[in-house]
Each structure stands twice: as structure tokens, then as C-alpha cells.
């Protein structure tokens, strides 16, 4: 029987400026999903990538002082060297500049025309280039200098009269909230929901598709004066990567529809009303989510380069490790929700949650067992009631870890892992496994043996969001790495006794603040 199929991915990032911590917070919350999804058994891809076309980007290229196509590689290598750097194990890395992705996005406007949704006319009204967007009139603020700036994002729009293709957007708002309203999780998390049916719901225009006032990007088909919008262009990346135009074999047929695109919150218009519409409008299936996150202050501030606040997540890993980072983006807030990061908060966790609570626990176990149990996993005697309650939590624990990964809700995924830790340490201090030593030695193996196959179980489940730092803990367990997918959770795989450890090695240091003040 073939593996079940599951599809995520990351929006496409635009390569106008460098890498932030909103790029690293998006494609690590795919890859706890990939990772997670490839444990239990499924087959995964995990697509990300990087949005080259556009005028913003021709105009990046030209203050550069390049061609666009140098810029967009340069830029796009700093894409490809963060999700490295992060440890994100996407299974491809698109870029729009590639030929299978003109030959998908030019047949897509093939289907789109021949379905006849597309016609020609002409476009005046107002657009930002920071944004790629159209704004309406009732979209836009006007500046006491006569400037208009759109509401939402603060970018500044220009007038502009062009020939244009036009989408009809507007014949699709009917069909679009009855699909809302058949797939209910299409858009998550509710809030965000509720905001797209609003926006529909106040009457769709029809889009404009293409531009004839700059060159840099993909070609109408069958008539080079016009170039794609951008936007048509860089949604089709979904597609492309699954081998489209080709959907009747292969890999569109095998992972289409995506199971989730992950997307920041500003650009779920682009991703919940268009590009659902364009597919539908082709022929083509809808994706089955779109997942909106939210966004990060940085000390309570709003993240801006004119406030030179933005966030490096290099640096970040570098000050406080890869896997801390991981844990604490996605520990902190509940996924969807804006959050801020502070120093102090990061401290908090790291030396409370990672190195007190879960390092310390993994750090006394095996130590013990290491010194008590001739520095091997010893067997175990009768359970008593408190130790089958243990071992029934960890056992239980990957049940309501699906339940919660199924909703992109990470940071309770995270607390339902806690509370096992939380009960484990709890265990430790009411067994007493030093007092035990002198009084029952046998129990004491008993309690020990439950608390190593407790931490077998932690780590294994912990491993899409510190993969690092679980491989270091289930090497000290000497767990095969064959044996560290969720199949291997229950007490049918338990550790062996007798399997002799090393010296055991600490998880997860204390961050020692050199800021602080030693005095």
C-alpha cells in the first residue's frame, strides 16, 4: 500500500531585499510540518523558493547597478543559504527565473484564455510597486503633500493608464464563498477566514493580468508587448513544482492539491481569493489550506528598517543556538497570532523550558542510570499505578500531537509535550530514585526504566522542532536511527535493558546573558 501524500508549502519570497525573521518563522513552521508528517509515515514534499519577477525587482536590479537576472541570483542564494543554515529539509527550491516555470505559468494563461476568462482592454487606476497590488479608491489614504499610500501596507501608489488583460474576477465571487463555505478549514486560522468572506462578500473586480510598461518577467503568450502580473506568475510556482503542465501522471497527480500553503498574513488575499479563482477558472483543483501567520515586533516595536530593528535570524542562531530559535518562534505565540520577540523572553525559555524542564530531566535520568545501573538501561519489575499513568501519557502523546499539527497549531503541540515533561519531572521527584538506591534497588530500576523509555518517547516526538539537538538525545539512548519514526513509539519497541550508554552529555546548556550584570 503506497504511503499517504502530503504537500506544503512556503510562499515564494521576493528577492528585492534580504532575508528576515519572517522568512525564517514561514519556512520553519513548513518544515516542523514536513518533518512531522515524514515521521508518521508519509510521503512529503516541501516546497520553497524564491519570487524573481516584477518591477520592484527591476528597479532593485537598476539601483544595484545589474541586470535583473545577476540580482535575482545573487539574492536568491541568500534564500537558498538561510533555509540551510536553519536546517529546513524542503525537498525542492524553485525560482521563477527557471524554464519549467515560464513553460507551466505560460500554459496556465493558455487554459485561462481558451476558458475564455481572460480578455483585453486597457487599466487606469492606482498601483504600488513596493506591494505588486491594485488598490481602489476606498483602499487608500491621501497625505497631506497629495501622495497616496494604500491602508494596509503604507505603500505608496501611483497612477497608471496601460493596455492591460484582464482576469474575470468578478464573475467568480459567487462560486468562491460556496467554495469557503463547503471547505471550512480552507482558511486558517478562523479570524483570517472571516476577513477573506468579508472582502468577496463586497463585490470583486476584475483583475488586471499584465503590464506593458517594463520587461522583466514572463511573457504574454503570443504576444511579448505584455508582461504577466506578477502575481499570476508567482502563485503558478505551486503548480510548476509538482511537474505541471503535465497533471495526469507524475508528481501533480500524486501531491495536488497542496495540503497547506503557508503564507504571512499580508499576502492571504493574494493566496485565498486569486489563486483558487485562476485554478478554478483552469480546470484545476483548489488547495486544500491556506494558513495565515502573523507577524513579529521586536521588543514591542514594529520591525523596520528605517527603525534599524529588523531581525537577522542568523544572528539570532548564532547568540542563542539553531534549535533554541526553532523552539521558542513557535513556542511563544499561538501560530497565527502576531508576537513579539524580546531577548529576556528568549532567555525565559531556553533556560525554564529547555535546559531546566527537559534538559535537566533527559541529564538526571541518564546520569543515574549511567551510575546506578552499571552504565546500562536496566529492566524493569512490576508497574505500579503511578508508573503505568506515566507511561500511558507518553504512549497517548502522539495522538493529540496530530490532532494539533493537523491545525498548524504548533505552540500547543509543544505544551501538550510539556505537560509530559512536566509530569516526568514531577515522577523524579516523588519516586526518588536516589533514596531508592539504598532502600529498594529494584524499584529503583523499575522507576528509572520508566523514565528513560518517557524521554525515548519525548525526544522521538520533539524531533520536527529541535531535530538537532533529539539526534544527539537519541544517539545517548542508543536508539537506531531506523528506529526514530513514530512507529517505533509504544511500549511494543521499548529499550532493551541491558544496552550499555556512554557518559551521558547535557542537552540543553543554560544561557548565561554576557550582558547581564555579574556583580
Known amino acids: 500500500m503506497s504511503a499517504p501524500t502530503y504537500y506544503v508549502t512556503t510562499p515564494i519570497y521576493y528577492v528585492n531585499d534580504a532575508p528576515h525573521i519572517g522568512h525564517a518563522y514561514t519556512t520553519l513552521a513548513c518544515d516542523v510540518l514536513a518533518r512531522f508528517k515524514r515521521l508518521d509515515g ?23 547597478g545589474t541586470d535583473p537576472q545577476a540580482f535575482t541570483d545573487r539574492v536568491s542564494q541568500n534564500f537558498r543559504d538561510l533555509a540551510d543554515f536553519m536546517n529546513f529539509s524542503h525537498d525542492d527550491f524553485i ?24 480578455y483585453e482592454g486597457s487599466y487606469a487606476g492606482w498601483y504600488a510597486t513596493r506591494d505588486e497590488a491594485f488598490y481602489t479608491e476606498s483602499e487608500l489614504e491621501k497625505k497631506p503633500d ?20 484582464f482576469f474575470k474576477l468578478s464573475a467568480w465571487q459567487d462560486r468562491l464563498l460556496a467554495y469557503y463555505d463547503a471547505n471550512p478549514d480552507f482558511i486558517l486560522p478562523k479570524t483570517r477566514r472571516n476577513e477573506v468572506i468579508s472582502f468577496v462578500k463586497g463585490g470583486l473586480q476584475d483583475l488586471s493580468v499584465s503590464r506593458t510598461t517594463f520587461k522583466w518577467g514572463v511573457p504574454v503568450p503570443d504576444n511579448d508587448d505584455h508582461i504577466m502580473y506578477v502575481w499570476l506568475d508567482a502563485l503558478t510556482n505551486y503548480i510548476t513544482a509538482v511537474g505541471y503542465p503535465e497533471t495526469e501522471n507524475g508528481e501533480y497527480a500524486t501531491y495536488w492539491p497542496a495540503d497547506v500553503h503557508m503564507v504571512g498574513k499580508d499576502i492571504l488575499r493574494f493566496h485565498a481569493v486569486y489563486w483558487p479563482a485562476f485554478l478554478m477558472a483552469a480546470g484545476l483543483e483548489a488547495p486544500k489550506r491556506v ?28 547568540t542563542y543556538g539553531l534549535d533554541q530559535v526553532r523552539y521558542f518562534l513557535l513556542r511563544e505565540v499561538p501560530f497565527g497570532n ?19 524542564d527537559f534538559g535537566n530531566l533527559a541529564q538526571r535520568v541518564l546520569s543515574m542510570v549511567f551510575k546506578n545501573c552499571d552504565k546500562a538501561f536496566p529492566a524493569h519489575g512490576e508497574f505500579t499505578a503511578e508508573d503505568n499513568e506515566l507511561l500511558e501519557a507518553v504512549h497517548g502523546l502522539i495522538d493529540d500531537l496530530r490532532a494539533s ?9 509543544l505544551e501538550k509535550i510539556w505537560v509530559v515533561i512536566r509530569a516526568a519531572n514531577a515522577y523524579v521527584d516523588h519516586q526518588a530514585p536516589w533514596a531508592l538506591r539504598k532502600t529498594d534497588p529494584d524499584r529503583m530500576k523499575t522507576v528509572l526504566y520508566v523514565l528513560s523509555e518517557s524521554i525515548r518517547h519525548l525526544a522521538i516526538v520533539a524531533q520536527p522542532f529541535m531535530p538537532q539537538t533529539m539526534e544527539k538525545l537519541l544517539d545517548q539512548l542508543k536508539v537506531s536511527p531506523n528506529h526514530r519514526t513514530f512507529a517505533f513509539l509504544g511500549p511494543e519497541h521499548a529499550l532493551e535493558a541491558g544496552v550499555e550508554l556512554d557518559k551521558p552529555q547535557g542537552i540543553f546548556p543554560r544561557f548565561v546573558d554576557p550582558e547581564a550584570d555579574n556583580a
Open 42 to 64: 508519509f510521503d512529503v514534499k516541501f516546497l520553497t523558493g524564491t519570487d524573481e519577477h516584477g518591477q520592484k525587482v527591476e528597479k532593485s536590479a537598476q539601483a544595484a
Open 95 to 118: 525560482r521563477t527565473t527557471e524554464q519549467r516555470h515560464k513553460i507551466s505559468v505560460q500554459d496556465l494563461w493558455k487554459k485561462l484564455l481558451a476558458a475564455g476568462e481572460i
Open 146 to 165: 497629495g501622495t497616496r499610500i494604500a491602508k494596509a501596507s503604507g505603500a505608496e501608489v501611483e497612477w497608471v493608464e496601460e493596455p492591460s488583460f
Open 291 to 318: 494558513f495565515a501567520h502573523g507577524w513579529w515586533t521586536n521588543e514591542g516595536q514594529k520591525i523596520s528598517k528605517s527603525l534599524g530593528n529588523v531581525i537577522d535570524p542568523i544572528q539570532l542562531v548564532e
Open 338 to 356: 502576531d508576537g513579539d520577540f524580546s531577548h529576556s523572553a528568549m532567555v525565559n525559555r531556553m533556560n525554564g523550558e529547555l535546559a531546566n
Open 405 to 413: 499539527i493537523d491545525l498548524q497549531a504548533f505552540n500547543e503541540a
